[in-house]
């Protein structure tokens, strides 16, 4: 064989270190966006709530109708050159409308997803870290409060604050939308306190606030996020049955709820009314559950390659 | 190594309430000098209480009875700065490499934690501390932007070995470092840590169940059991002139890599398994597996006593020879 | 004489979304009855994933067979049909593990798992596997067997647990046991119980046994022979007094130096293989260990070494080093190691 041109001269040291791949310099929030940007599903939702979201906001402005003039001689219109998306029974311009009610329901999903998420977290956070009598008090609370229907609140508090506006409605999800992710999170952290990387940095002498938002809560947070994106089309959900009730947005400002009850009476007649609010929810909800689909992974580096 | 003690372990107690069982006594009046430089073994079995007592040491856990004293100041009476203080000086390294560094921090973040928390370096210069830490642990610059799980076992313990190093600690308390490590990986590892003790003039508390590993890097060993420490002497004496019957049957039990001496050695094999040590009575927690327990043995708890200088056994039937 | 089990040139991989992972490339070795041989290697070196192949556990996809053959008196084991395959699993050859827990059901008293596989292979009536258990739990020693055997796995300890898997894997009389990393997870004290009960039964129930573990110290307690593996191939492999008295490759001799030994005084300086071992996924051209090995030469950069034999039964290691033309490398060798040419 080869054996005779072999060369049995000795290798020189270094030779065959394993490569080293040097890698930019990066942080864990960059290396979440390269990541979620090498998921086509992602992007691809990410891209289309960004026309939503500039579409609300600059939809209105591209033809001369406001959202709340009426123009009997135009009502109950199908969609033309003049109403792209056709006029309701009081004549107003639908394309408006429904822009308009995409910033109130954009606005309310997002706020009483995130504000309550927060509130969550951290409680749940301080609770499952701290444990003990701090944690017995909170689950309690918690345990209580969950056991009225979440529905009640809302219409009571609504009540109380007065419908209509946005503010009230986080309000009101806010109040009982933090109970979920309270317990979700203090389950997650009870977990993760007994890791040992927890363990390092309280030796390293870490403050209780250093060790939850730095180490507990952000190692939630794969978890928690697509509980968020399940929560937005709910809470998108809510406040449509809430304006379906005469409990959400007063008319005649819009919301996608509002208009798509507004539309559900007249919807033999006029399906148009009733589809074209009814594609932006469904799209929306869709696209905010394929984003946290991806952020999940794109949260967990070991899920990586 | 010098005779000055560093940190110092008195009475210490550490109870574990278990639902609907009782108590378990994970650290039962145990007491232990740590000098400046050197290293001190603690080993046992799973379960006898000695990762407990280093927790308890790094302040993870709060003791039910008893102090830690560094350089003669009750680490629990501290408060402030002084408190924090004491986390710089006296720092942990975890067993499970896979578990204790954060996976969502690339490791350079990891590192500086301890930087941050201590305000020791910051810009440039914390920069440069990350990666000179790196070099000392035999890692690269290139590293530092990882994450910990594009790393192999070994790696990652050398990682957690920079954290503990980047605050200038004077105690480390190394909590099994090697023992989820390969063979040949384990070696490399200790020899990092045998270097940057004579480097720093650190003093270590080496908590491992290997019994092999132990006798080459330790000045002195503590053999702990159900919670007690139940023989302390120096590293050479502990396994040549070994008095209580637990040291003798653990040395006996461990394999010798060497088909001849195998053969030839004869065993003290323990019948039976650790008691649960949930509700221990009264008597020598190792009499219920002791060859040569007897009456005494069940009845009273043997304290640590020193039989020859620097030599403690609490055993009843050690002075009988 | 036809060997009980008769493993050739066995290449497994593993395909993954990173690609393919060579995890076993090439692997020849054979048992014989009343005999116990180990396998030795690090994590990752394919010593596990060669007898999950062999007992027909490997899980597919991700893994697969690409080349050899396992043969068990003779009968080619590998495309042999699920069923023909059950009957064999815990009949003719079965398998302890490293972390009992995980393999007990949690739910099932231990008698009742004792029995399961004999009741499964023999067809026999429950009050006949009860009396089997019983004799079972005898033959290990576990006390009060009759009170025991109703107990279910956590209320065990950990070398107890690891009993019952031993009973569970010898209650059918296998030919051939596998015990992979059997006594890892246990406390010293009780390693030395388990080492001792399976030196023990091997001779009472006439089984061979294939031990795969890391820890020389357990290896020079039980087997007979021993392979070395490193990064997929056996480097090594020879009598146990040949591996630890004479061992010939580099990897062995580093392995063998790495383990710091209770009976010597050894102090502060660990001897120890630089580097880590290669990823399989790329596995290095030549020899894998070439870039660890103090020894290396230019050849072993580029060839794969081809087993040189030694003197002694069957004792070979897979190693430039003996090769004529690397004389000078290997006086260089054997100087710094102390062994006479």
Redesign the interface.
């Known amino acids: 064989m080869?054996?005779?041109r072999?060369?049995?001269?000795?290798?020189l040291g270094g030779?065959?270190?394993?490569e080293?791949?040097?890698?930019?310099?990066?942080?864990?929030l960059k290396?979440v966006w390269r990541t979620l940007r090498g998921r086509k599903t992602a992007v691809f939702s990410l891209v289309v709530l960004v026309l939503l979201v500039f579409m609300v906001l600059f939809g209105p402005m591209m033809n001369e109708y406001n959202y709340y003039s009426n123009d009997y001689a135009a009502a109950n219109q199908g969609p033309s050159r003049v109403h792209w998306f056709g006029t309701d029974t009081l004549g107003r311009d639908l394309w408006t409308r429904v822009w308009v009610g995409g910033r109130v329901s954009l606005l309310i999903a997002i706020l009483a997803t995130i504000i309550p998420y927060a509130i969550g977290m951290l409680v749940g956070g301080i609770s499952g870290y701290f444990g003990g009598k701090v944690d017995m008090f909170i689950m309690r609370l918690i345990d209580v409060l969950m056991g009225i229907p979440s529905l009640i609140y809302d219409i009571l508090l609504i009540m109380v604050l007065g419908s209509g506006s946005i503010s009230t409605l986080v309000v009101a999800f806010t109040i009982t939308g933090w109970l979920g992710s309270a317990r979700t999170t203090r389950g997650l952290v009870l977990q993760l306190k007994e890791?040992?990387?927890v363990?390092?940095?309280?030796?390293?002498?870490?403050s209780p606030m250093?060790l939850i938002l730095?180490?507990l809560l952000?190692?939630t947070l794969g978890i928690i996020v697509v509980g968020m994106t399940m929560t937005i089309p709910s809470v998108i959900f809510a406040e449509a049955f809430l304006s379906f009730i005469g409990l959400g947005i007063t008319p005649p400002n819009p919301s996608w709820g509002q208009l798509i009850k507004e539309a559900s009476e007249v919807f033999k007649q006029y399906p148009y009314r009733f589809i074209i609010p009814c594609i932006f929810v469904g799209l929306t909800m869709l696209c905010f559950n394929l984003l946290g689909d991806g952020l999940r992974d794109a949260?967990?580096?070991?899920l990586r390659? | 190594m010098t005779d000055r003690v560093i940190l110092e372990v008195k009475d210490l107690c550490k109870h574990f309430a278990v639902k609907g069982k009782g108590v378990l006594r994970a650290v039962d009046h145990v007491s232990l000098q740590l000098h400046e430089g050197e290293t001190l073994g603690l080993v046992g079995e799973s379960g006898c209480g000695k990762t407990t007592l280093g927790r308890t040491i790094v302040k993870i856990y709060r003791p039910d009875a008893g102090q830690v004293l560094y350089e003669g100041r009750d680490i629990w009476q501290q408060k402030g700065r002084a408190d924090l203080e004491y986390h710089k000086n006296v720092q942990m390294i975890f067993q499970d490499p896979y578990a204790s560094l954060d996976p969502l921090s690339v490791i350079s973040t990891s590192i500086g934690e301890g930087l941050d928390i201590h305000g020791m370096y910051k810009g440039k210069a914390r920069h440069d501390r990350i990666l000179e830490l790196l070099q000392m642990v035999g890692l690269n610059k290139e590293h530092a932007n990882r994450f910990p799980h594009e790393f192999s076992g070994g790696q990652r313990q050398r990682i957690g070995i920079a954290r503990a190093l980047a605050v200038e600690p004077r105690v480390i308390v190394c909590d099994e470092p090697i023992s989820a490590l390969d063979v040949s990986i384990q070696a490399q590892v200790m020899n990092l840590l045998v270097r940057l003790q004579d480097e720093m003039k650190l003093s270590y508390l080496f908590i491992t169940h290997d019994l092999s590993m132990v006798r080459a890097i330790s000045n002195r060993i503590a053999v702990m059991y159900l919670g007690s420490i139940v023989e302390l002497a120096d590293a050479d004496t502990l396994y040549t002139h070994h008095l209580h019957p637990y040291t003798s049957a653990l040395l006996s039990a461990i394999p010798i890599p060497d088909p001849d001496v195998e053969e030839k050695r004869s065993r003290m094999i323990l019948s039976g398994d650790l008691p649960s040590p949930i509700g221990l009575g009264a008597g020598c927690p190792f009499a219920s597996r002791c060859p040569r327990a007897k009456d005494v043995c069940r009845q009273s708890r043997p304290m640590l006593t020193e039989m020859e200088k620097g030599h403690f056994v609490a055993c009843h039937r050690a002075k009988e020879g | 004489m036809q060997h009980v089990l008769d493993v050739r040139d066995l290449a497994v991989s593993f395909f993954t979304y990173a690609g393919e992972v060579q995890a076993v490339r090439g692997v020849s070795w054979y048992l014989d009855s009343h005999e116990t041989i180990a396998i030795v290697g690090e994590s990752g070196c394919g010593k596990s994933v060669t007898i999950q192949t062999v007992m027909g556990l490997l899980q597919s996809p991700p893994g697969r067979v690409k080349a050899g053959s396992v043969l068990f008196d003779g009968r080619e084991m590998l495309g042999l049909p699920a069923r023909e395959l059950r009957q064999m699993q815990g009949n003719r050859m079965s398998m302890i593990f490293q972390d009992p827990l995980s393999y007990l059901n949690p739910t099932m008293r231990v008698g009742e798992q004792i029995a399961e596989s004999y009741i499964l292979h023999n067809h026999v009536s429950r009050a006949e596997a009860r009396q089997k258990v019983l004799d079972m739990m005898r033959l290990i020693s576990f006390p009060e067997p009759e009170r025991n055997m109703y107990v279910y796995p956590h209320q065990l300890s950990g070398g107890q647990r690891q009993r019952i898997m031993v009973a569970m894997a010898l209650i059918c009389g296998p030919e051939v046991l596998f015990a992979d990393e059997p006594t890892t997870a246990l406390d010293v004290t009780i390693q030395a119980q388990i080492i001792e009960l399976m030196n023990e039964l091997k001779e009472k129930v006439h089984t061979s046994i294939v031990l795969i573990t890391h820890d020389l110290g357990v290896v020079a307690n039980m087997a007979q022979r021993i392979y070395v593996m490193y990064a997929g191939q056996i480097v090594e492999r020879g009598s146990a007094r040949d591996i630890f008295y004479r061992p010939r490759h580099p990897y062995t001799w580093g392995l063998l130096a790495s383990v710091p030994r209770l009976d010597q005084k050894q102090r502060r300086n660990f001897t120890f293989i630089p580097g880590t071992p290669p990823d399989l996924l790329s596995p290095p051209k030549g020899c894998a260990f070439a870039a660890r090995c103090p020894y290396a030469m230019a050849a072993c950069a580029s060839f794969d070494p081809e087993e040189a034999a030694f003197e002694g039964d069957g004792h070979y290691a897979r190693c430039f080093l003996y090769h004529k033309g690397a004389e000078a490398m290997l006086q260089k060798a054997q100087k710094e190691r102390g062994i006479e040419a």
């Open positions: 080869q054996a005779d072999m060369d049995f001269s000795p290798l030779t065959l270190t394993g080293e791949m040097a890698r930019p310099e990066t942080t864990y290396d890791r040992e990387f363990m390092a940095s309280k030796t390293l002498g870490a250093r730095r180490h952000p190692n949260l967990d580096p070991r390659t």
